[in-house]
């Protein structure tokens, strides 16, 4: 087993207030940035967490509940419930008006709900932004029923050389510049861009979630490790 990567802390005042202030633009910077390519994760997603077949669902740290509405098209028999601590951002969620998904403004380390109550948790580039990772993936492990399972997307840094190199000059010198001109909060993305250096991927993420209340789980990367799936599932 690798070891397990230790954390820094990140700053979840200036979190909250960045995706404040482009949350009504957030969803439309993605496309753009991802040239779309973040639809289909999502979409890949989706289809992994209905293939689980859960009748509950956690989307935490759902923003604009762009995965939620994934699931929702996905498996149309399960229960969603999107959680965010940003409420401008869950603003813009209900406005998608999905009947089985319900909105609640919760933080992602201290939700209110009972122990295993979902059969799913989800999360999508959110971990990453979350203060102290241990915390949250425990409290994720909390709330999953045994047997259940937790489903992660989010950017890694891809592992061959010719792609990283291109990929880490657009990651933190054509992104911020793009996004800026996009939503005027170029400061923003300049710290979420700093933020995929420091996190974990690949086999780390994996034991950093199997180390925190999950028992066995796997890593499936994406557009050449630009982003990567987590799947772990709770001791039963």
């Known amino acids: 087993m690798q070891n397990v990567v230790s954390p820094p802390m990140q700053d979840p005042v200036f979190v909250k207030d960045a995706f404040a202030k482009i ?3 957030y969803m439309l910077t993605n496309h753009v940035l991802s040239l779309g390519t973040d639809i289909l994760w999502r979409r890949k997603v989706a289809r992994m967490v209905a293939a689980l077949k859960p009748a509950t669902l956690l989307d935490l740290a759902t923003g604009t509940g762009d995965l939620a509405e994934a699931i929702a098209k996905a498996s149309p028999a399960t229960k969603i419930t999107g959680a965010d601590f940003s409420a401008p951002m869950l603003d813009v969620a209900r406005q998608r008006q999905l009947p089985q998904a319900e909105w609640l403004v919760a933080d992602a380390m201290a939700t209110p709900f009972a122990d295993a109550s979902f059969d799913v948790v989800t999360v999508a580039f959110g971990l990453r932004n979350m203060a102290d990772w241990p915390k949250a993936i425990q409290e ?4 999953t029923r045994p047997g259940g399972h937790l489903v992660v997307l989010d950017f890694s840094l891809p592992t061959l050389p010719g792609l990283r190199g291109g990929y880490r000059f657009y990651l933190h010198k054509v ?7 996009l939503t005027g ?5 300049e710290y979420l861009s700093g933020t995929i250096e420091r996190f974990p991927s690949g086999p780390a993420m994996v034991d950093l979630l199997t ?3 999950f028992a066995t789980g796997q890593a499936t990367p994406l557009s050449g490790g630009i982003a990567s799936i987590y799947v772990v599932r709770k001791a039963a």
């Open 140 to 143: 994720m492990a909390r709330v």
């Open 175 to 181: 992104l911020p510049k793009l996004a800026g001109l």
């Open 211 to 213: 180390a925190n209340g």
């Open 23 to 25: 949350a009504g633009r």
């Open 185 to 189: 909060q170029r400061a923003a993305y």
